[in-house]
């Protein structure tokens, strides 16, 4: 039997270039008989293949062939973004919705991909509809952003696409998750208000924001305020909504140095009961950014950070065909980052 080192080598290009003391490159345009080369060069190369043995491979004008096809016609592959509002007219308050829409854009962009918006609550537009459609686009991806605290269940089939989440609000579905690392947040903030000489932080908090927050805006908070003197915790304003006569109430019983809350909401209404920011009280945003009208200091979440990261995850899974619901859900936090804003005193140098 003989062995592979006596088996017979199929000749390549390399070894018809070499022999006809020409490059690669003119072997192949003479064996595609290109007529960029003289006939007598193109038969003499021919000739000299033929007396080596040469024979294409048809596999890779198969393959050739594909590329060709595919850069002719080549389609571009979607993401579905799937906003849980009804039209895209409820989508403008929420400038912080805009910033990950805008992330997931950008870094579809990058890697070939595209977005295409789907409305969850348009008219007619069940689960079984949408997944349908998807799947007649040859859509594979899912991104999910933030679901308003009315959907509490959607029952769509996952089993044939890659999904993510990218809120606590829709983690009732099962899938991957990418959001904000809440108690870096608070980490990063209490740290802040103590190099500012702040000694008591009090947090505000409603019912709808602490759920869609997994808890751990409060639960993080609830450690520092922990480990600080008894004297100096100010207990936390927990509602069902918050309103100026509850914040009033608990401006006079806790008196906090300075008040944590998210967005600006709180702020304007600190202003409205005629608290001067900062200079009588400080007030610091755990969801501050460019979505908000005015420079208020704190903690902004990288909404867009964290649209681009979760294109980056599907994207991973389109490739590894993860599809359907993990067994073991993984949750992905991207950190926030400290914006300086005029609703705090300065730090001293």
Same mark, same amino acid.
């Given at each position: 039997?003989?062995?592979?080192?006596?088996?017979?080598? !199929?000749?390549?290009?390399?070894?018809?270039?070499?022999?006809?003391?020409?490059?690669?490159?003119?072997?192949?345009?003479?064996?595609?008989?290109?007529?960029?080369?003289?006939?007598?060069?193109?038969?003499?190369?021919?000739? !000299?293949?033929?007396? !080596? /043995?040469?024979?294409?491979?048809?596999?890779?004008?198969?393959?050739?062939?594909?590329?060709?096809?595919?850069?002719?016609?080549?389609?571009?592959?979607?993401?579905?973004?799937?906003?849980?509002?009804?039209?895209?007219?409820?989508?403008?308050?929420?400038?912080s +919705?805009?910033?990950?829409?805008?992330?997931?854009?950008?870094?579809c962009?990058?890697?070939?991909?595209?977005?295409?918006?789907?409305?969850?609550?348009?008219?007619?537009?069940?689960?079984?509809?949408?997944?349908?459609? $998807?799947?007649?686009? /040859?859509?594979?991806?899912?991104?999910v952003?933030?679901?308003?605290?009315?959907?509490?269940?959607?029952?769509?089939d996952?089993r044939?696409?890659?999904?993510?989440?990218?809120?606590?609000?829709?983690?009732?579905?099962?899938?991957?998750?990418?959001?904000?690392n809440r108690?870096?947040?608070?980490?990063?903030?209490?740290?802040?208000?103590?190099?500012?000489?702040?000694?008591?932080p009090?947090?505000?908090?409603?019912?709808?924001?602490?759920?869609?927050?997994?808890?751990?805006?409060?639960?993080?908070?609830?450690?520092?305020?922990? $480990?600080?003197?008894?004297?100096?915790?100010?207990?936390?304003?927990?509602?069902?909504?918050?309103?100026r006569?509850?914040?009033?109430?608990?401006?006079?019983? /806790?008196?906090?140095?300075?008040?944590?809350?998210?967005?600006?909401?709180?702020?304007?209404?600190?202003?409205?009961?005629?608290?001067?920011?900062?200079?009588?009280? @400080?007030?610091?945003?755990?969801?501050? @950014?460019?979505? $908000?009208?005015?420079?208020?200091?704190?903690?902004?979440?990288?909404?867009? +950070?964290?649209?681009?990261?979760?294109?980056?995850?599907?994207?991973?899974?389109?490739?590894?065909?993860?599809? /359907?619901?993990?067994?073991?859900?993984?949750?992905?936090? !991207?950190?926030?980052?400290?914006?300086?804003?005029?609703?705090?005193?300065?730090?001293?140098?």
């Amino acid at each position: 039997m003989a062995s592979e080192s006596h088996q017979q080598k !199929i000749p390549s290009y390399r070894d018809i270039a070499e022999k006809a003391g020409v490059s690669q490159m003119t072997v192949s345009l003479a064996l595609r008989d290109h007529p960029t080369l003289p006939v007598a060069t193109r038969r003499r190369i021919q000739k !000299i293949a033929e007396e !080596i /043995g040469y024979k294409p491979d048809p596999n890779i004008g198969r393959m050739l062939k594909y590329i060709r096809s595919r850069r002719a016609v080549r389609a571009t592959p979607s993401i579905a973004y799937l906003h849980a509002m009804k039209t895209d007219a409820n989508f403008g308050p929420s400038r912080s +919705r805009q910033r990950m829409l805008e992330g997931a854009k950008a870094r579809c962009e990058t890697l070939g991909f595209q977005i295409d918006e789907f409305w969850l609550q348009a008219e007619g537009l069940t689960p079984a509809r949408m997944c349908a459609i $998807l799947q007649t686009r /040859g859509i594979e991806g899912i991104l999910v952003p933030p679901f308003p605290r009315e959907i509490t269940r959607f029952d769509f089939d996952w089993r044939d696409f890659s999904a993510i989440s990218t809120s606590h609000s829709s983690e009732f579905l099962g899938l991957d998750l990418i959001t904000t690392n809440r108690q870096q947040t608070i980490n990063l903030a209490m740290e802040k208000l103590r190099a500012r000489g702040y000694r008591r932080p009090g947090l505000i908090m409603d019912v709808e924001r602490d759920r869609r927050t997994g808890h751990n805006i409060l639960s993080h908070f609830l450690w520092h305020q922990s $480990l600080q003197p008894k004297a100096q915790r100010v207990p936390v304003l927990f509602v069902p909504e918050v309103d100026r006569r509850a914040l009033a109430r608990w401006l006079g019983r /806790g008196r906090p140095d300075v008040v944590l809350s998210m967005g600006d909401e709180v702020l304007t209404m600190l202003e409205e009961l005629g608290h001067a920011v900062p200079a009588r009280i @400080g007030y610091l945003s755990l969801s501050t @950014g460019s979505h $908000l009208a005015r420079p208020v200091s704190g903690i902004d979440e990288a909404p867009d +950070r964290i649209g681009a990261t979760a294109i980056d995850l599907l994207a991973a899974k389109i490739l590894h065909f993860e599809r /359907g619901l993990p067994d073991a859900r993984k949750l992905v936090l !991207i950190d926030g980052v400290w914006r300086e804003g005029a609703t705090l005193r300065a730090e001293p140098r």
